[in-house]
């Protein structure tokens, strides 16, 4: 007996904090103008995607001492876009990153329950830690948190941000205008939370939202993010958009559910996931390569070395070959607030490897650094990306994707007017939307779903 075909479930990345955007592109517009989160949003939303996500950066990067620029520098408020946007679509969920090192569970809470109300139920949570003390300089509690504390204090913090989201049932308010009487539980709202971490009690001010909970997304790929996405989240965005790499970490997640008295379908595996669209797959291809030099300039490549050599490599020629110096293993890092930095544990291993890999394609500095990073997950006609997105997820390497287009905001306009309708053909994506909550459009469970049913049928 086959197999039954699963739905593809598909989200859309509003870049900006990283070097996938061409911001220099013709066909770039503003990153900070609400008109450009508005036309990606309802591109989204034409498209029956699941939900948009903004990441966040809580400080601008640098390099050598001064902000680095290459990349899209800054972004609006995530709460303020995500509200803002609630009120041009209908549908769309809206994913927001906060994170739990630098903020308090009260506050929160009251946003998400706040953006859950005004968008009538469509918010998600990316519960997320923050790695650098350099991130921390801009509050007061600056980097105080060693590494393995950081999820300590998330765990502790979903939970007590859950408590202030059930410190109110739903069936409260009653506003009886004929006995005057607006509250029927005088203690509504009511918590207390005493733990490591946070020691907080009062009134929750802002009644049970349409979800009951905002969606809880996580994205650490360490044994502790997996750990804590398979306890405690909806979904976890995943860096494998490879089919094998994909499978293994869909396996390992996925199998960790059970001894948390969860099962499969209450955790989907979504990879970011880039693309490049041709009307043939050679002209794709060939289209493809164009982006890569867009996204790693001259400038850009030397500021890509220095990741790991730890030096300033201004006076190297991009198009020239690797140096023959070898990089600073010091602590001291001339790149300050980029996650890359911790891919790159022995530099010294790394740029032997480099080298060796340069010397024998003939590569130069530029070539190097498109050649070993990132490639385009989706590359071809939209028939060919179709199929591999559908194989993927059929295949068990993903539960979906979460699209980030090069261009903003009309980068994913081809997508959606050429890929989507081919899914749908296949019957692996919808056609309509069939709820009109984020959960319903990821089949996740309403968190109190039976004292719902109960109020409904009483």
């Known amino acids: 007996m086959s197999k039954p075909l699963k739905q593809i479930h598909l989200a859309a990345h509003f870049p900006g904090v990283n070097n996938t955007t061409v911001w220099s592109d013709p066909e770039a517009g503003s990153h900070i103008e609400f008109s450009s989160f508005a036309h990606f949003a309802r591109t989204a939303e034409r498209a029956r995607f699941d939900f948009l996500f903004l990441a966040e950066g809580l400080r601008l990067r640098e390099q050598g001492g001064q902000i680095y620029d290459l990349d899209v520098v800054g972004r609006p408020d995530t709460f303020t876009v995500l509200s803002a946007l609630a009120a041009v679509t209908e549908h769309l969920g809206l994913t927001g990153t906060i994170n739990s090192t630098f903020n308090e569970p009260y506050e929160v809470a009251r946003q998400f329950a706040a953006l859950d109300h005004l968008s009538g139920g469509r918010a998600a949570w990316n519960v997320v830690t923050s790695w650098d003390a350099f991130t921390g300089e801009n509050f007061r ?14 765990k502790e913090f979903l939970a007590t941000a859950n408590e202030l989201f059930d410190s109110w049932r739903g069936d409260e308010i009653l506003a009886d205008q004929e006995s005057g009487v607006f509250l029927g539980d005088a203690k509504a709202g009511a918590f207390t939370h005493r733990g490591r971490h946070f020691d907080i009690e009062g009134r929750f001010d802002v009644p049970r939202s349409p979800q009951g909970r905002p969606v809880i997304f996580q994205a650490g790929d360490s044994e502790e993010g997996r750990e804590f996405a398979a306890q405690a989240a909806d979904a976890i965005f995943s860096r ?21 008295g969860r099962t499969p379908d209450q955790l989907l595996i979504l990879p970011a996931a880039t693309f490049v669209l041709g009307d043939t797959d050679a002209d794709a291809q060939e289209a493809a390569r164009v982006v890569r030099r867009q996204q790693v300039s001259g400038a850009t490549a ?19 070959p690797l140096p023959d110096i070898d990089p600073d293993p010091g602590e001291h890092t001339v790149s300050r607030g980029r996650a890359q930095v911790r891919m790159y544990r022995d530099p010294l291993a790394t740029a032997r490897e480099w080298r060796e890999l340069a010397a024998a394609r003939g590569w130069s500095i530029r070539d190097l650094v ?16 179709a199929r591999t997105i559908d194989d993927f997820v059929q ?64």
């Open 141 to 154: 509690r600056g980097g105080f948190l060693p590494q393995e504390e950081r999820y300590s204090r998330a």
């Open 370 to 385: 498109i050649e070993t990073g990132n490639r385009q997950s989706f590359v071809g006609s939209p028939g060919t990306v």
């Open 240 to 260: 494998y958009a490879a089919r094998a790499e994909g499978q293994e970490f869909y396996q390992d997640v996925k199998g960790r559910l059970a001894r948390h």
């Open 302 to 320: 030397i500021k890509h070395l220095e990741f790991v050599w730890n030096r300033d490599l201004s006076a190297y020629d991009p198009d020239g």
């Open 395 to 458: 295949s068990d390497a993903a539960d979906g994707f979460i699209l980030v287009p090069h261009i903003t905001p009309g980068g994913l306009d081809a997508f959606a007017d050429k890929v989507v309708p081919l899914l749908q053909e296949r019957g692996v994506y919808r056609t309509e939307y069939e709820g009109t909550t984020l959960r319903d459009h990821l089949g996740l469970a309403h968190p109190d779903a039976d004292a719902r049913d109960r109020l409904a049928a009483s």
